[in-house]
């Protein structure tokens, strides 16, 4: 019995992480604040490397942060700036939020699986994000970006609490979502070569 509550545990751990480096990838900041908050108040143990995450002055700057990114991402074209920058930053913060979750693995294996799986998760939802973003400054002109950002805004909270309060579930409808994208592409694909003219 220990051994399946121990594989639970480590699942658990596997889905706040990705959940939280998919949250990541829409806001930077946003999951080292949350991550941060949660470990303060004892909702979440951290890997003992990331408790600094925990700590006051972290607390403040990433709050600073998330408060930066918030209003800077309303700002027609200057968010592309932002995006641009923040192709090198979302990845780096995939990779802390989902190192500093999986305690119950050897440093080693955290390690491992926080870049693999937490930066690429990150990167991969950021670009998604910001293909989104260029697509709606293409369409609208920039006019559409602050509301495309509240979306997003409300979705990168929304993912980064539960992660941490049903890390499952906010995993299994992240598996959703990207299921579901995948098969939209796939059938824009088709509708594509189905109306190429010969």
Do not use: Y
């Amino acid at each position: 019995m220990e051994g399946a509550a121990q594989i639970l545990i480590v699942v658990s751990q596997l889905a706040m992480g990705l959940s939280l480096a998919a949250c990541a990838g829409l806001r930077a900041f946003l999951p080292l604040f949350v991550v941060g908050l949660a470990g303060r108040l004892d909702w979440i143990p951290l890997t003992s490397h990331f408790e600094w995450l925990e700590a006051t002055p972290s607390l403040i700057v990433f709050g600073a942060a998330v408060v930066a990114e918030l209003l800077a991402d309303k700002v027609p074209w200057f968010d592309h700036l932002l995006d641009l920058v923040q192709t090198f930053v979302k990845p780096v913060a995939g990779v802390v939020v989902a190192a500093a979750v999986l305690h119950e693995l050897t440093p080693l294996q955290g390690a491992v699986l926080a870049l693999v799986l937490g930066g690429g998760v990150a990167g991969a939802v950021h670009l998604g994000k910001a293909q989104l973003r260029l697509l709606s400054t293409a369409t609208t002109g920039g006019l559409a970006n602050p509301a495309v950002s509240v979306v997003e805004e409300g979705g990168a909270w929304s993912l980064a609490l539960a992660a941490i309060v049903v890390p499952l579930i906010a995993a299994t409808v992240l598996l959703g979502l990207l299921v579901a994208v995948l098969w939209l592409l796939r059938r824009r694909r088709v509708r594509l070569r189905t109306f190429r003219p010969a």
